[in-house]
């Protein structure tokens, strides 16, 4: 247990990189309020550019947060993006171990 | 969910989902082609087909108006659950004053003996502001839209004016949907004009 003296980084240290970064940690949030949402949702409530908002899709793609799903409604074709019970769980983590941290400073 | 905080965004994200003025209109819609049934007495058959008439064309405004300036988002399943169970409430009170409609369209053609309509006719109106109201506080009150309470006590008026004054409940309901509609075109025009449409929609290959 860490005291004001002796405050307690460590805690900061292992936070996960993937969902520390700003634009990553937004559409994390974004999709852990809802179920499921489509890209011009993420677009309109993180603020990226299209191809910034791609790119991190594809980052927490790969570290298996999120899963992107390509389906049809009436032949049109939607990209529905929504977070692993990995990728929830992750966001939980890291948001306790931020509060912890903050709480500590 | 378990924090107050993110359960107050996901209840501001889907507020602004109410703000497109679709429950306006479509029920100013729904209203004025019930007011057209109850005014013709030829097709009551007709005022079945108003629910599935408005389904469709709410089918169609969240394609083509909220969706492609939103997007599309699921929320989650207990607040799904509570949308369906409210859903169904106000699609068994409509069902109650369609067939409301239904009776007073056959009442009016004579198809019912004398004792019956002599029971039926004096409160027909009271009663069909009744239900009419209570439809829309019922959506007023699941929406959270405030005006709506207000839009009913107006049908209710209306009702209940056409009952002093004489004049049929057609016109009650068509008065009642103008409102609806203009509160429904307002709204749409605000929605619009604050959330402007995003270039190719939802559509979009992120391994691209």
């Given amino acids: 247990m860490s005291t004001p003296d002796h405050p307690d980084f460590k805690s900061l240290a292992d936070l996960d990189p993937v969902i520390h970064a700003p634009a990553r940690l937004a559409i994390m949030t974004a999709l852990y309020i809802v179920e499921c949402s489509d890209f011009t949702f993420l677009l309109r409530h993180t603020g990226l550019t299209r191809g910034n908002l791609s790119s991190h899709i594809v980052k927490l793609e790969e570290a298996h947060y999120l899963e992107v799903e390509k389906t049809f409604v009436d032949r049109v074709p939607r990209t529905v993006l929504r977070l692993t019970k990995e990728g929830r769980t992750a966001l939980e983590k890291y948001r306790k171990q931020m509060t912890q941290a903050l709480n500590r400073m | ?208």
């Fill in chain 2, 1 to 208: 969910m378990e924090t107050k905080d993110l359960l107050t965004l996901e209840s501001k994200i889907y507020q602004e989902y109410e703000k497109d003025g679709a429950v306006e209109f479509l029920m100013g819609m729904g209203l004025f082609f019930a007011s057209g049934v109850l005014e013709s007495r030829g097709s009551p058959a007709f005022a079945g087909l108003i629910p599935i008439f408005i389904i469709m064309f709410k089918k169609a405004w969240k394609k083509y108006i909220t969706y492609p300036r939103l997007g599309y988002a699921r929320f989650s399943e207990s607040r799904m659950l509570r949308r369906k169970r409210e859903k169904h409430t106000i699609l068994l009170v409509a069902a109650a004053c369609v067939a409301f409609i239904f009776l007073s369209a056959l009442a009016a053609s004579g198809t019912f003996s004398s004792e019956v309509q002599g029971a039926f006719k004096p409160y027909a109106r009271m009663v069909m502001g009744g239900i009419i109201a209570l439809i829309i506080i019922a959506v007023a009150a699941v929406r959270r839209i405030t005006h709506l309470y207000y839009v009913g006590a107006f049908a209710l008026a209306c009702f209940v004016l056409g009952h002093f004054l004489g004049f049929s409940p057609g016109i009650a309901l068509l008065l009642t949907s103008f409102v609806l509609l203009i509160i429904g075109i307002i709204r749409l025009i605000r929605f619009v004009r604050a959330n402007p449409k995003l270039e190719d929609g939802g559509v979009h290959d992120v391994n691209a």
